[in-house]
Protein backbone atom coordinates (compact mmCIF):
# COMPACT_ATOMS: atom_id res chain seq x y z
CA UNK A 1 0.00 0.00 0.00
CA UNK A 2 1.69 3.08 -0.76
CA UNK A 3 1.85 5.97 1.47
CA UNK A 4 -1.48 8.14 -0.29
CA UNK A 5 -3.24 5.26 0.02
CA UNK A 6 -2.41 4.67 3.75
CA UNK A 7 -3.05 8.28 4.71
CA UNK A 8 -5.97 8.36 2.83
CA UNK A 9 -7.23 5.25 5.05
CA UNK A 10 -6.33 6.45 7.97
CA UNK A 11 -8.33 9.27 7.76
CA UNK A 12 -11.64 7.56 6.58
CA UNK A 13 -10.96 5.43 9.91
CA UNK A 14 -10.45 8.32 11.95
CA UNK A 15 -13.38 9.88 10.56
CA UNK A 16 -15.60 7.13 11.43
CA UNK A 17 -13.76 6.73 15.05
CA UNK A 18 -14.95 10.71 15.81
CA UNK A 19 -18.86 10.33 14.35
CA UNK A 20 -20.85 10.99 16.91
CA UNK A 21 -23.24 8.41 18.50
CA UNK A 22 -27.33 9.24 17.18
CA UNK A 23 -27.72 9.34 21.21
CA UNK A 24 -25.06 11.94 21.45
CA UNK A 25 -26.23 13.37 18.00
CA UNK A 26 -30.09 13.28 19.61
CA UNK A 27 -29.09 14.84 22.99
CA UNK A 28 -27.87 17.81 21.10
CA UNK A 29 -30.83 18.67 19.19
CA UNK A 30 -32.91 18.45 22.03
CA UNK A 31 -30.65 20.82 23.86
CA UNK A 32 -31.05 22.78 20.66
CA UNK A 33 -34.67 22.70 21.92
CA UNK A 34 -34.79 24.08 24.88
CA UNK A 35 -36.42 27.42 26.04
CA UNK A 36 -36.48 27.62 29.27
CA UNK A 37 -37.21 31.05 30.42
CA UNK A 38 -39.49 31.99 27.12
CA UNK A 39 -43.00 32.25 27.07
CA UNK A 40 -45.01 29.86 25.01
CA UNK A 41 -48.17 32.14 26.16
CA UNK A 42 -46.71 35.16 24.57
CA UNK A 43 -46.07 33.15 21.56
CA UNK A 44 -48.84 31.56 21.80
CA UNK A 45 -50.85 34.71 21.70
CA UNK A 46 -49.09 36.41 18.92
CA UNK A 47 -49.55 33.53 16.94
CA UNK A 48 -53.21 33.77 17.06
CA UNK A 49 -53.28 37.28 16.56
CA UNK A 50 -51.32 36.99 13.21
CA UNK A 51 -53.62 34.38 12.36
CA UNK A 52 -56.88 36.37 13.43
CA UNK A 53 -55.40 39.07 10.71
CA UNK A 54 -55.30 36.85 7.94
CA UNK A 55 -58.96 35.69 8.80
CA UNK A 56 -57.98 31.90 10.32
CA UNK A 57 -57.93 30.70 13.67
CA UNK A 58 -55.42 28.64 15.67
CA UNK A 59 -56.50 26.25 18.24
CA UNK A 60 -53.56 23.38 19.05
CA UNK A 61 -50.38 25.34 18.74
CA UNK A 62 -46.60 24.18 19.50
CA UNK A 63 -44.06 26.77 19.42
CA UNK A 64 -41.60 23.59 18.67
CA UNK A 65 -39.09 24.12 21.96
CA UNK A 66 -39.35 23.21 25.14
CA UNK A 67 -40.51 25.13 27.82
CA UNK A 68 -39.81 23.24 31.48
CA UNK A 69 -37.16 20.99 32.28
CA UNK A 70 -39.44 18.29 33.64
CA UNK A 71 -41.34 18.68 29.60
CA UNK A 72 -37.43 17.74 28.76
CA UNK A 73 -37.03 14.84 31.01
CA UNK A 74 -40.32 12.85 29.87
CA UNK A 75 -39.48 13.96 25.90
CA UNK A 76 -35.92 13.28 26.38
CA UNK A 77 -37.12 9.50 27.73
CA UNK A 78 -39.63 8.81 24.88
CA UNK A 79 -37.32 10.03 22.52
CA UNK A 80 -33.88 7.92 23.51
CA UNK A 81 -36.54 4.82 23.47
CA UNK A 82 -37.78 5.50 19.85
CA UNK A 83 -34.05 5.89 18.76
CA UNK A 84 -33.35 2.60 20.61
CA UNK A 85 -36.22 0.94 19.47
CA UNK A 86 -35.03 2.25 15.62
CA UNK A 87 -31.31 1.54 15.75
CA UNK A 88 -31.94 -2.44 17.55
CA UNK A 89 -34.68 -3.50 14.41
CA UNK A 90 -33.23 -0.99 11.50
CA UNK A 91 -29.82 -1.10 12.35
CA UNK A 92 -30.05 3.16 11.53
CA UNK A 93 -26.96 4.16 13.17
CA UNK A 94 -27.50 8.68 12.88
CA UNK A 95 -29.88 10.82 12.54
CA UNK A 96 -29.14 11.75 8.85
CA UNK A 97 -30.71 8.27 7.96
CA UNK A 98 -33.33 8.26 10.49
CA UNK A 99 -34.46 11.66 9.89
CA UNK A 100 -34.86 10.29 6.40
CA UNK A 101 -37.46 7.47 7.12
CA UNK A 102 -38.92 9.22 10.38
CA UNK A 103 -42.54 8.99 9.69
CA UNK A 104 -43.01 5.43 8.28
CA UNK A 105 -41.03 4.48 11.52
CA UNK A 106 -42.31 6.66 13.51
CA UNK A 107 -46.05 4.99 12.21
CA UNK A 108 -44.59 1.64 12.78
CA UNK A 109 -43.20 2.41 16.41
CA UNK A 110 -46.58 3.64 17.71
CA UNK A 111 -48.58 0.23 16.08
CA UNK A 112 -46.48 -1.78 18.02
CA UNK A 113 -47.24 0.23 20.56
CA UNK A 114 -50.66 0.20 20.56
CA UNK A 115 -50.94 -3.74 20.21
CA UNK A 116 -48.80 -3.82 23.02
CA UNK A 117 -51.66 -2.50 25.44
CA UNK A 118 -50.27 0.96 25.92
CA UNK A 119 -52.79 3.54 27.39
CA UNK A 120 -53.84 6.35 24.91
CA UNK A 121 -52.35 8.95 27.41
CA UNK A 122 -48.69 7.29 26.97
CA UNK A 123 -49.24 7.24 22.87
CA UNK A 124 -50.02 10.33 22.96
CA UNK A 125 -47.55 11.66 24.94
CA UNK A 126 -45.08 9.43 22.94
CA UNK A 127 -46.05 11.22 19.66
CA UNK A 128 -46.14 14.65 21.17
CA UNK A 129 -42.29 14.10 22.16
CA UNK A 130 -41.36 12.57 18.99
CA UNK A 131 -43.28 15.06 16.54
CA UNK A 132 -41.58 17.79 18.47
CA UNK A 133 -38.27 16.10 18.05
CA UNK A 134 -38.42 15.81 14.28
CA UNK A 135 -40.05 19.44 13.97
CA UNK A 136 -42.98 17.75 12.26
CA UNK A 137 -46.45 18.18 13.65
CA UNK A 138 -47.72 15.85 10.92
CA UNK A 139 -45.49 13.30 11.91
CA UNK A 140 -47.55 9.86 11.66
CA UNK A 141 -50.66 11.66 11.40
CA UNK A 142 -51.91 8.71 9.59
CA UNK A 143 -51.82 6.24 12.61
CA UNK A 144 -55.14 6.68 14.74
CA UNK A 145 -54.39 6.88 18.45
CA UNK A 146 -56.83 5.74 20.41
CA UNK A 147 -58.91 8.59 22.23
CA UNK A 148 -58.41 9.27 25.93
CA UNK A 149 -61.47 8.71 28.04
CA UNK A 150 -62.55 9.76 31.65
CA UNK A 151 -62.75 5.63 32.70
CA UNK A 152 -59.11 5.33 31.66
CA UNK A 153 -57.84 8.45 34.24
CA UNK A 154 -57.15 6.51 37.34
CA UNK A 155 -54.37 8.97 38.87
CA UNK A 156 -56.99 11.32 40.30
CA UNK A 157 -59.60 9.02 41.14
CA UNK A 158 -57.74 5.85 42.78
CA UNK A 159 -54.53 5.37 44.98
CA UNK A 160 -51.29 4.13 43.96
CA UNK A 161 -49.13 1.23 44.94
CA UNK A 162 -46.61 3.42 47.16
CA UNK A 163 -49.62 5.51 48.84
CA UNK A 164 -50.82 2.20 51.08
CA UNK A 165 -47.59 3.06 52.63
CA UNK A 166 -49.05 6.98 53.18
CA UNK A 167 -49.90 8.02 56.88
CA UNK A 168 -52.24 10.87 56.28
CA UNK A 169 -51.99 11.43 60.41
CA UNK A 170 -48.69 12.39 60.46
CA UNK A 171 -48.82 15.00 57.56
CA UNK A 172 -52.00 16.71 58.49
CA UNK A 173 -50.54 20.03 58.15
CA UNK A 174 -49.62 19.39 54.31
CA UNK A 175 -52.85 18.13 53.53
CA UNK A 176 -54.32 20.81 55.31
CA UNK A 177 -52.44 23.80 52.72
CA UNK A 178 -52.84 21.63 49.83
CA UNK A 179 -56.84 21.64 49.79
CA UNK A 180 -56.26 25.26 50.57
CA UNK A 181 -53.80 26.05 47.68
CA UNK A 182 -54.16 22.74 45.08
CA UNK A 183 -50.24 23.48 44.10
CA UNK A 184 -48.94 20.63 42.48
CA UNK A 185 -46.28 18.47 44.59
CA UNK A 186 -42.99 20.30 42.81
CA UNK A 187 -44.49 23.52 43.66
CA UNK A 188 -45.06 22.90 47.41
CA UNK A 189 -41.29 21.14 47.58
CA UNK A 190 -40.00 24.79 45.98
CA UNK A 191 -42.77 27.30 48.13
CA UNK A 192 -40.61 29.53 50.65
CA UNK A 193 -42.48 31.28 53.62
CA UNK A 194 -42.31 34.86 51.59
CA UNK A 195 -44.17 33.34 49.02
CA UNK A 196 -47.46 33.66 50.75
CA UNK A 197 -49.07 36.64 51.24
CA UNK A 198 -51.90 39.21 49.67
CA UNK A 199 -52.36 40.35 46.81
CA UNK A 200 -53.29 44.04 45.20
CA UNK A 201 -56.86 42.99 46.46
CA UNK A 202 -56.52 41.85 49.51
CA UNK A 203 -56.55 38.33 48.61
CA UNK A 204 -54.31 35.33 50.65
CA UNK A 205 -52.38 34.07 47.44
CA UNK A 206 -49.65 31.27 47.44
CA UNK A 207 -46.94 32.71 44.66
CA UNK A 208 -45.53 29.92 42.27
CA UNK A 209 -42.20 30.95 40.83
CA UNK A 210 -41.91 27.61 38.14
CA UNK A 211 -45.09 26.30 36.97
CA UNK A 212 -46.02 24.26 34.23
CA UNK A 213 -44.42 25.42 31.56
CA UNK A 214 -42.12 27.34 33.74
CA UNK A 215 -45.13 29.99 33.97
CA UNK A 216 -45.14 31.81 37.33
CA UNK A 217 -48.63 32.48 38.89
CA UNK A 218 -50.63 33.84 42.46
CA UNK A 219 -52.67 30.32 43.30
CA UNK A 220 -55.65 31.83 45.52
CA UNK A 221 -55.77 30.10 48.76
CA UNK A 222 -59.39 28.76 49.13
CA UNK A 223 -61.63 31.59 50.39
CA UNK A 224 -62.21 30.50 53.91
CA UNK A 225 -59.15 28.72 54.68
CA UNK A 226 -57.10 31.80 54.92
CA UNK A 227 -56.36 30.86 58.82
CA UNK A 228 -54.88 27.32 57.88
CA UNK A 229 -52.11 28.51 55.65
CA UNK A 230 -51.06 31.35 57.53
CA UNK A 231 -50.73 28.95 60.37
CA UNK A 232 -48.33 27.12 58.84
CA UNK A 233 -45.86 30.11 57.81
CA UNK A 234 -46.66 32.70 61.12
CA UNK A 235 -43.37 33.31 62.68
CA UNK A 236 -40.97 31.59 60.07
CA UNK A 237 -38.25 33.21 58.34
CA UNK A 238 -39.07 34.76 54.84
CA UNK A 239 -36.80 32.26 52.74
CA UNK A 240 -37.36 28.80 54.69
CA UNK A 241 -39.18 25.88 52.25
CA UNK A 242 -42.89 25.82 53.44
CA UNK A 243 -42.54 22.34 54.11
CA UNK A 244 -38.33 20.80 53.90
CA UNK A 245 -40.00 17.23 53.44
CA UNK A 246 -42.82 15.78 51.24
CA UNK A 247 -44.16 12.35 51.52
CA UNK A 248 -43.52 9.98 48.85
CA UNK A 249 -47.16 10.40 47.05
CA UNK A 250 -48.66 12.80 44.78
CA UNK A 251 -51.70 13.41 46.80
CA UNK A 252 -53.14 14.53 43.36
CA UNK A 253 -57.27 14.18 44.60
CA UNK A 254 -56.68 17.03 46.99
CA UNK A 255 -55.48 19.49 43.98
CA UNK A 256 -58.74 17.79 42.13
CA UNK A 257 -60.91 18.68 45.28
CA UNK A 258 -59.69 22.40 45.65
CA UNK A 259 -60.81 22.88 41.81
CA UNK A 260 -64.04 21.77 42.58
CA UNK A 261 -64.50 23.87 45.70
CA UNK A 262 -63.35 27.20 44.16
CA UNK A 263 -65.47 26.23 41.22
CA UNK A 264 -68.29 25.91 43.22
CA UNK A 265 -67.46 29.04 45.85
CA UNK A 266 -67.24 31.34 42.19
CA UNK A 267 -70.60 29.76 40.83
CA UNK A 268 -72.73 29.28 43.99
CA UNK A 269 -75.84 27.59 43.82
CA UNK A 270 -74.70 25.92 40.54
CA UNK A 271 -73.48 22.53 41.52
CA UNK A 272 -70.59 20.48 39.25
CA UNK A 273 -71.05 20.03 35.78
CA UNK A 274 -72.64 17.01 34.72
CA UNK A 275 -70.49 13.59 33.99
CA UNK A 276 -71.88 10.45 31.77
CA UNK A 277 -72.29 12.91 28.61
CA UNK A 278 -70.88 15.59 26.46
CA UNK A 279 -71.23 18.87 27.80
CA UNK A 280 -73.37 22.00 26.91
CA UNK A 281 -72.40 25.44 27.19
CA UNK A 282 -75.33 25.56 29.55
CA UNK A 283 -73.83 22.45 31.57
CA UNK A 284 -70.97 25.21 33.61
CA UNK A 285 -70.26 28.64 34.40
CA UNK A 286 -67.33 29.79 32.24
CA UNK A 287 -66.21 32.33 34.09
CA UNK A 288 -65.60 30.36 36.74
CA UNK A 289 -63.82 27.35 34.87
CA UNK A 290 -61.78 30.59 33.61
CA UNK A 291 -60.73 31.66 37.61
CA UNK A 292 -60.28 27.68 38.57
CA UNK A 293 -57.95 27.57 35.33
CA UNK A 294 -55.48 29.89 36.00
CA UNK A 295 -55.45 28.90 39.70
CA UNK A 296 -54.37 25.53 38.85
CA UNK A 297 -52.03 26.99 36.31
CA UNK A 298 -53.86 25.79 33.04
CA UNK A 299 -53.96 27.18 29.85
CA UNK A 300 -56.66 25.18 28.36
CA UNK A 301 -59.97 24.85 30.34
CA UNK A 302 -61.17 22.00 28.36
CA UNK A 303 -58.04 20.21 30.78
CA UNK A 304 -59.99 21.76 33.83
CA UNK A 305 -63.21 20.68 32.85
CA UNK A 306 -62.33 17.28 31.77
CA UNK A 307 -60.23 16.17 34.45
CA UNK A 308 -61.03 18.17 37.58
CA UNK A 309 -64.57 19.29 37.35
CA UNK A 310 -66.10 16.10 36.48
Do not use: C
Not at 179 to 195: I, M, N, Q, S, Y
Not at 197 to 205: F, I, N, S
Not at 289 to 303: C, F, K, M, P, T
Amino acid sequence: MNTTTLTKARKETMGKSHRKSIIKEALERLDSKMAIGESRQEAKRAAREAAAQQGRSIWSYSTGKIHSHKTRITYQEQTLRFIGWARQTEGIKTLEVLDQRADALVSQYLQIEMASGKSPYTLQLQRSALRLFFGDRNLAKDVKLPKRTMTGITRSRRNAARDKHFQPANWQPLLTFQRATGLRKDELKHLLVKDIYRDYQGHLVAFVRNGKGGKQREAPVLPGHEQDVLSTVTGRGPDERVFPHLPDTEMHALRREYAQALYLHHSPGRGLPPTGRRLRPTDYDPAAVQIVSRALGHERRDVVLRHYLR
